[in-house]
Nanobody, 121 residues
């Protein structure tokens, strides 16, 4: 399984950014992030079919996860970015056979390399 995340960059607070994650197949996908000195935390996940999105409370209403199944690509649209959103963002994948959405990073066996998001105040 190969996951390639992209789209990170330097933005100002209040700006928007869209991350992409191209997968080598079709999986249940998730986004996680890790800020310096902090543990990796869950951001959002989406089902194999593109429904049932689940978000961390900290991003709910600002971030949107979606997928283009034809391209095996998952997106994370991030609006109204805040300095506390700055982190390395990772996409992760689980088997398409799972039906229960989870925030637990340990249940995602496949990980991309991460893309850095920097938000200036």
């Amino acid at each position: 399984v190969q996951l390639q995340a992209s789209g990170g960059g330097l933005v100002q607070a209040g700006d928007s950014l869209r991350l992409s994650c191209a997968a080598s197949g079709r999986f249940v996908m998730g986004w996680f992030r890790q800020a310096p000195g902090k543990r990796r935390e869950f951001v959002a996940t989406i089902s194999y079919a593109g429904g049932s999105p689940v978000y961390a409370d900290s991003v709910k209403g600002r971030f949107t996860i979606s997928r283009d199944s034809d391209k095996n690509t998952v997106y994370l649209q991030m609006n109204n970015l805040k300095p506390e959103d700055a982190a390395v963002y990772y996409c992760a994948a689980r088997s398409s056979g799972v039906t229960v959405m989870t925030r637990e990073s340990r249940l995602y066996p496949y990980w991309g390399q991460g893309t850095l998001v920097t938000v200036s105040s």
